[in-house]
């Protein structure tokens, strides 16, 4: 059984920053794409950042410049750097990824909540 577990979610001041990081387990042969989505109350749920396997990335608009996805491919994790932090940035974050366990699947984590606020 595959299993994504998201970690970091916190409370933070305007301008501040968080690490979120997501940590896959389970009887994998090979992960490909992992994604951040995040989803405010009240709105759908969005893509934030992506990742191949092979380390191209690409962001929202809202989120360029600020934030940086990155991965350990050894360690089947992907991190989500976020700085300069705003209040629009309140959702909970999930990850997401493609894992080739017997097929190809498309996984999703439990989700944990940030909160920018003063």
């Known amino acids: 059984q595959v299993q994504l577990v998201e970690s970091g979610g916190g409370l933070v001041q305007p301008g501040g920053s968080l690490r979120l990081s997501c940590a896959v387990s389970?009887?994998?042969?090979?992960?490909?794409?992992m994604r951040w989505y995040r989803q405010a109350p009240g709105n759908k749920r969005e893509l934030v950042a992506a990742i191949t396997s092979g380390g191209v990335t690409n962001y929202a608009d809202s989120v360029k410049g600020r934030f940086t996805i990155s991965r350990d491919n050894a360690r089947s994790t992907v991190f989500l750097q976020m700085n300069s932090l705003k209040p629009e940035d309140t959702a909970v974050y999930y990850c997401n990824a493609a894992i080739y366990t017997r097929n190809w699947n498309d996984c999703w984590g439990q989700g944990t909540q940030v909160t920018v606020s003063s």
């Open positions: 389970g009887s994998i042969f090979s992960i490909n794409a």
